[in-house]
T-cell receptor, first 111, second 114 residues
Framework: KNEVEQSPQNLTAQEGEFITINCSYS?????LHWLQQHPGGGIVSLFM???GKKKHGRLIATINIQEKHSSLHITASHPRDSAVYIC?????????????FGKGTKLSVKP | NAGVTQTPKFQVLKTGQSMTLQCAQD?????MSWYRQDPGMGLRLIHY???????DQGEVPNGYNVSRSTTEDFPLRLLSAAPSQTSVYFC?????????????FGNGTRLTVT
């Protein structure tokens, strides 16, 4: 069983829709990352969180440590949001580099 | 501010050849890591370093060597390339002293071993 599970694997949305991507994990963690990988391949860090909620522009990330679950929301989605979104967790006692990654959710936003 | 710079972007090797993937960062980050990304799998940690002179193995270290002689550079060496090492490789860094510090990734190296 994968330690980090993302759902859905693929998601197609119409421009303007509200999008939710989910991440569940099975280990105790000290932090969770959300990353964005564009079709060109580059990976950008969106959020790092250990509790509660963070917001940046149209992106919102939440985490529930007790339930071992995090969500990434995109409001008013746009075609430029099309990318693969990756969840990664840092297990307790692990270094910053020692992360466990999900397989990613591929999002396509149609105009 | 260049961030994390990886070279080359693309490389084709024959089985048995050796090569070094370069990674440099100019943010004075202590932590640097190498990952490989394969279709249908999440990023997997190859090796990581918590500072100059200190390296450790990740999940898939076989066939790879690293060294960290300076804070800035963290090269990944393929000793004798195999087709199973065909992958996209990413270098990443972060400021390990800061609890809420994000990861910074290089643009990746697409390696094909024939």
């Amino acid at each position: 069983k994968n330690e980090v599970e993302q759902s859905p694997q693929n998601l197609t949305a119409q421009e303007g829709e509200f999008i939710t991507i989910n991440c569940s994990y099975s280990v105790g963690i000290s932090a969770l990352h959300w990353l964005q990988q564009h079709p060109g391949g580059g990976i950008v860090s969106l959020f790092m969180l250990s509790s509660g909620k963070k917001k940046h522009g149209r992106l919102i990330a939440t985490i529930n440590i007790q339930e071992k679950h995090s969500s990434l929301h995109i409001t008013a989605s746009h075609p430029r949001d099309s990318a693969v979104y990756i969840c990664a967790v840092r297990p307790w006692g692990g270094s910053q580099g020692n992360l466990i990654f999900g397989k990613g959710t591929k999002l396509s936003v149609k105009p | 501010n260049a961030g994390v710079t990886q070279t080359p972007k693309f490389q084709v090797l024959k089985t048995g050849q050796s090569m070094t993937l370069q990674c440099a960062q100019d943010m004075n980050h202590e932590y640097m890591s190498w990952y490989r990304q394969d279709p249908g799998m999440g990023l997997r940690l190859i090796h990581y370093s918590v500072g100059a002179g200190i390296t450790d193995q990740g999940e898939v270290p076989n066939g790879y060597n690293v060294s960290r002689s300076t804070t800035e550079d963290f090269p990944l060496r393929l000793l004798s390339a195999a087709p199973s090492q065909t992958s996209v490789y990413f270098c990443a860094s972060s400021n390990g002293q800061t609890y809420n510090s994000p990861l910074h990734f290089g643009n990746g190296t697409r390696l094909t071993v024939t």
